[in-house]
Structures are given as structure tokens and as C-alpha cells.
């Protein structure tokens, strides 16, 4: 069975610094892909970035990146040069490339707070 | 581009009652899914199906059914909404590949009386 765990409910950040959020996650599947999504204070969910498992390099896209650590099954997020309007609530999500084929398990959610 | 259409917005319901909620989306999309949201938590799966006429089973399937008629529509019935329930029901839809991010709905809010 699949689960995300994401340790950290809250983390509070001043403007322009940069933050990483944990994500852990548990899979019997040899191929899998690993999601972040920010969920706005409107409650609008929007898909950020993706890490294939098969993938060495850490994915890039804007000012999110991730750091893919597979040998301890994590996947953390890391937002350069935070700005006031990332404050949202992030959630790394997991699909099963196999097994668990279009399963999508998220995980609990970390509320980020930038401040100036 | 496409669109998820969640409705209703907001659904008031009776403690007992059974409630529909539905979804279509015009991406032409495989797969569909159906999440509940409590406040403050994560996203709890319920339902998924990969295509037409095809369930799948969540996490919380209890005390839900779903339906796939068709593949742009997927819908979602409360079998008896429980008295103070209140939550945020998410649909989402991708492609068939796995390596795709499912895209979101703008959620049902439900409160029952």
C-alpha cells in the first residue's frame, strides 16, 4: 500500500529566504512518480512540479525544486527566494507506476507563511 | 483549454439524506477522481476510475458510491450524510499515463444539518 507522510504542519519563513518542505513516502512499486501541489488560501489546487523515481536529476521548474533522495524514499521541495504570495499549503502526492497503477495518496499538507 | 466543473458549489443536506454530487471535465481525460477534504487536512482518496464505466476503490469508500458513465462525467453520491458532516469534495482528472500530474476541480463544499 502506498502512504506520503509530510512531518511538518507548519513553517513560517521571511520573504525572499529560502524554505524546504519534508515529504517521506511508502511503495511496493519499482517505478512511481512523486507530485508537489500548493493549495491557495481560495482552496485552488494547483500541480507545481514532478519526480519520476527513475530519474536521477533533481527536478527544476521556476523557483520550486526537489530533492530526491530515493534510497530514503524522500522527496522534499525547496522554494528559492520565497515571496509573499507562496504562502499556501503544499502537499507531495505519490502514483504508482505499477501495482498501484492511477492510485494518487497524498500526503497531510505543510502550511507555509511568508512573512515580510 | 479545459475546465473541471464541480456542482454544485455548495450542497446543504439533511442528516440521512443521500446527496449527488457530480463533476465533468472537457479534456477528454481517462481518469477521474474523487478526494475528501476535512478542514485543515489532507486529501482522502475515495473513488477513482481509469475509464468509462471502470471504479476503483479509495481509502474512504465507505458510506460512498460512484458512477462513470461517460468518460467526460464522473459523479459521487453521499449514501447518508451524517448530521454535522462538513467537508470539501475535490475532483480531479488526468491522462492515462501515470507520469501526468491530475488537475483539480474547484471542490463542493458540503455541510449537513
Known amino acids: 500500500a502506498q502512504k506520503v507522510t509530510q512531518t511538518q504542519t507548519s513553517i513560517s519563513v521571511v520573504e525572499k529566504t529560502t524554505v524546504t518542505m519534508d515529504c517521506v513516502y511508502e511503495?511496493?512499486?519499482?517505478?512511481?512518480?512523486l507530485f508537489w501541489y500548493k493549495q491557495t488560501a481560495s482552496g485552488e489546487i494547483v500541480f507545481l512540479i514532478r519526480q519520476d523515481s527513475y530519474k536521477k536529476e533533481n527536478a527544476t521548474v521556476g523557483h520550486y525544486s526537489l530533492n530526491f533522495q530515493k534510497p530514503k524514499s524522500s522527496i522534499g521541495l525547496i522554494i528559492t527566494a520565497t515571496q509573499i504570495e507562496d504562502s499556501a499549503v503544499y502537499f507531495c502526492?505519490?502514483?504508482?507506476?505499477?501495482?498501484?497503477?492511477?492510485?494518487?495518496?497524498f500526503g497531510g499538507g505543510t502550511r507555509l507563511t511568508v512573512r515580510p | 483549454g479545459g475546465i473541471i466543473t464541480q456542482t454544485p458549489k455548495f450542497l446543504i443536506g439533511q442528516e440521512g439524506q443521500k446527496l449527488t454530487l457530480k463533476c465533468q471535465q472537457n479534456?477528454?481525460?481517462?481518469?477521474m477522481y474523487w478526494y475528501r477534504q476535512d478542514s485543515g487536512k489532507g486529501l482522502r482518496l475515495i473513488y477513482y476510475s481509469i475509464t468509462e464505466n471502470d471504479l476503483q476503490k479509495g481509502d474512504l469508500s465507505e458510506g460512498y458510491d460512484a458512477s462513470r458513465e461517460k468518460k467526460s462525467s464522473f459523479s459521487l453520491t453521499v449514501t447518508s450524510a451524517q448530521k454535522n458532516e462538513m467537508a470539501v469534495f475535490l475532483c480531479a482528472s488526468s491522462i492515462g499515463e501515470y507520469n501526468q500530474a491530475p488537475l483539480f476541480g474547484e471542490g463542493t463544499r458540503l455541510s449537513v444539518l
Open positions: 479534456f477528454n481525460h481517462d481518469t
Open positions: 502526492a505519490m502514483r504508482g507506476g505499477n501495482n498501484a497503477g492511477a492510485k494518487l495518496t
Open positions: 511503495t511496493r512499486d519499482s517505478s512511481y512518480f
